[in-house]
């Protein structure tokens, strides 16, 4: 495959990854601020500290308030992660692969992407309905159902799984920081009821609740993470992502599993062994805002050697120089 194709087929899948998650990151804040008692006055910087945008948003506006944090993160073109410049960039990503993808992927992704250009000019989007940000959801399962339905289990197939778990693992990682950083300013809420319903919310915003309880009987902070961070089985458990991640990647480079011959597989192979050995009670005490700091850092160098072995063009050695 040429790594032109295989480039684009990461990144239209990540893109899309990328906008369900933010479609989820903006839905789970709504529902913890309905739980708190002094509103969202505190709520909505928060979350765009933890995309890490801070500078860049308060150069586009004056105040965090809920409009204006939603609409930055869904429908803002200026800001190059928001939900409808992700769809644009897997959109562009597709049109340069349509023979390497079956016509329905681009069809729908065509699409979802005009859903979400029609609600953003609309003279008031949605910024205050989670109707919307469900839509989002449901077209990126739609995709991604498409995707294993169409496409054979080559290369393409793994570079899009490949691009979709690495994605995924990261903006996990970011709902439980948006979760830190809300109740960080309201320790005294930590045990109560209220702290219960937003752990709730977080498990709903990834999906995770009837899954969660089928697994454990009560609802605590420490399960949560555990199940979020470690559980092996669920499909956005930062691990299980990081597992599929690990086995796309032998799988197009041919790899045997449990060795590496790439610094992408080396990479890879060492976080896969931390979260095979960490325990949930060292990401406690260590503390859980480190700790995912320092997995998106990781994660970030999985991505740059991923590009580093597979896509960046490399000069060619001339017969003088190979003998």
């Not at 005294?188 to 309880?213: C, H, K, P």
């Not at 970030?300 to 490399?314: L, P, S, V, Y």
Request: charged share 25%.
């Amino acid at each position: 495959m040429l790594s032109r194709v295989a480039d684009s087929i990461y990144w239209m899948s990540r893109c899309v990854e990328r906008a369900e998650n933010l479609a989820r990151f903006v839905d789970v804040t709504m529902h913890l601020i309905l739980d708190l008692p002094d509103g969202a006055a505190e709520t909505w910087k928060p979350l765009v500290d933890t995309t890490g945008e801070r500078a860049f948003f308060d150069e586009l506006y004056e105040e965090a308030t809920q409009e204006n944090v939603v609409r930055f993160l869904s429908f803002d073109s200026r800001y190059p992660n928001s939900i409808i410049s992700c769809l644009r960039n897997a959109r562009e990503n597709a049109r340069s692969v349509r023979e390497a993808i079956a016509s329905e992927m681009w069809e729908h992704l065509n699409q979802f992407y005009f859903m979400v250009k029609d609600a953003a000019e609309c003279e008031s989007p949605p910024t205050n309905s989670s109707d919307f940000f469900d839509e989002v959801k449901m077209a990126s399962h739609l995709f991604k159902g498409i995707a294993d339905s169409s496409m054979s289990r080559g290369e393409g197939w793994h570079f899009a799984r490949l691009g979709r778990m690495i994605e995924r693992a990261d903006k996990t990682s970011r709902i439980l920081d948006v979760k830190y950083y809300v109740l960080l300013p309201r320790l005294q809420y930590v045990g109560s009821t209220i702290d219960d319903l937003q752990w709730s919310a977080v498990l709903r915003s990834v999906s995770a609740l009837e899954m969660y309880r089928k697994q454990f009987h009560g609802l605590s902070p420490h399960r949560v993470v555990e199940f979020l961070l470690l559980d092996r089985e669920f499909p956005r458990a930062i691990q299980h992502c990081v597992i599929a991640a690990d086995e796309s990647l032998h799988a197009i480079s041919g790899t045997v599993p449990g060795s590496y011959r790439n610094i992408a597989e080396q990479r890879m192979g060492q976080l896969r062994s931390e979260l095979a050995y960490i325990s949930v009670d060292d990401v406690i005490s260590s503390g859980l805002h480190e700790f995912i700091d320092n997995l998106q850092m990781k994660l970030n160098a999985i991505g740059d050697g991923i590009f580093d072995t597979f896509i960046t063009m490399r000069p060619v050695e001339s017969q003088a120089a190979q003998q």
